[in-house]
C-alpha cells in the first residue's frame, strides 16, 4: 500500500526565513498533490495543487515543487511569519473517489 | 455560505452507544465524504458518496454507517461505540472527488470520546 512520509513532525524556523517542507511517498503513482494547513482544532483548508505533469506551482509567498522520479514533493513558505505557524498535510491523489491519501503533517513554528 | 458545518463538535460515548455525527453543506457537491484524524496517522477516509443516494467505503469503513438522501446531508452513524472509535472526524466535500484534483472543503471537526 501507499506510504507518505513527511520530513519531520516539527519544524521551527525564524521569522523573515523560507519554510522548506519535505512530502516523499512509495507504492504509488498519484495524479496530483494537494498541500493543506491545519490550525489546532481546525479543519484542514486546501492551498495548493500541483498535478503529476507539472514540476512547479506558486501562490503569493507559498511555492510547490512536484518530483515524480524523486516521489517527492517540497512546499517552500518564503519570507514566513509568526502567523504561518500550524501544521501542514500533504495529500496524494488518483483519479478514483477514494483516492486521496493524506501524509501525517508537519508543524511548523516560525519564530519572532 | 457556511462552507461544510458538522455537529456535534464535542462528544462523549459510553462503550456500545449508539450515535450520529451530522454533516451538510450548502456548495451544492456532488462528493462527500467522512475522514478519522488520529495522533501519528494522516487523515483516513471513513465513507464517501460520489451524490445523492450512492455511498461507498473507505480505507476504515468498519463500525460506522452512512447514507445519503439528499445532495447536502451526509449523515455518519457510529452503530456501537468502540474505544477505538476515539477520534476527531472530519466531514469534506468537493464538486467531483478525483477529477483533475478538486478542491476540498473541510468541516471544522468533530471530537468523539468513547470510554
Known amino acids: 500500500s501507499q506510504k507518505i512520509e513527511q520530513n519531520s513532525e516539527a519544524l521551527n524556523i525564524q521569522e523573515g526565513k523560507t519554510a522548506t517542507l519535505t512530502c516523499n511517498y512509495t507504492?504509488?503513482?498519484?495524479?496530483?498533490l494537494q498541500w493543506y494547513r491545519q490550525d489546532p482544532g481546525r479543519g484542514p483548508v486546501f492551498l495548493l495543487l500541483?498535478?503529476?505533469?507539472?514540476k512547479e506551482k506558486r501562490k503569493e509567498r507559498l511555492k510547490v515543487t512536484f518530483d515524480t522520479t524523486l516521489k517527492q514533493s517540497l512546499f517552500h513558505i518564503t519570507a514566513s511569519q509568526p502567523a504561518d505557524s500550524a501544521t501542514y498535510l500533504c495529500a496524494l491523489g488518483g483519479t478514483g473517489a477514494n483516492n486521496l491519501f493524506f501524509g501525517t503533517g508537519t508543524r511548523l513554528t516560525v519564530i519572532p | 455560505n457556511a462552507g461544510v458545518t458538522q455537529t456535534p463538535k464535542f462528544q462523549v460515548l459510553k462503550t456500545g452507544q449508539s450515535m450520529t455525527l451530522q454533516c451538510a453543506q450548502d456548495m451544492n457537491h456532488e462528493y462527500m465524504s467522512w475522514y478519522r484524524q488520529d495522533p501519528g496517522m494522516g487523515l483516513r477516509l471513513i465513507h464517501y458518496s460520489v451524490g445523492a443516494g450512492i455511498t461507498d467505503q473507505g480505507e476504515v469503513p468498519n463500525g460506522y454507517n452512512v447514507s445519503r438522501s439528499t445532495t447536502e446531508d451526509f449523515p455518519l452513524r457510529l452503530l456501537s461505540a468502540a474505544p477505538s472509535q476515539t477520534s476527531v472526524y472530519f466531514c469534506?466535500?468537493?464538486?467531483?472527488?478525483?477529477?483533475?484534483?478538486?478542491?476540498?472543503?473541510f468541516g471544522e471537526g468533530s471530537w468523539l470520546t468513547v470510554v
Open positions: 469534506a466535500s468537493s464538486l467531483l472527488q478525483g477529477v483533475a484534483g478538486n478542491t476540498i472543503y
Open positions: 507504492n504509488y503513482s498519484p495524479a496530483y
Open positions: 500541483i498535478r503529476e505533469n507539472e
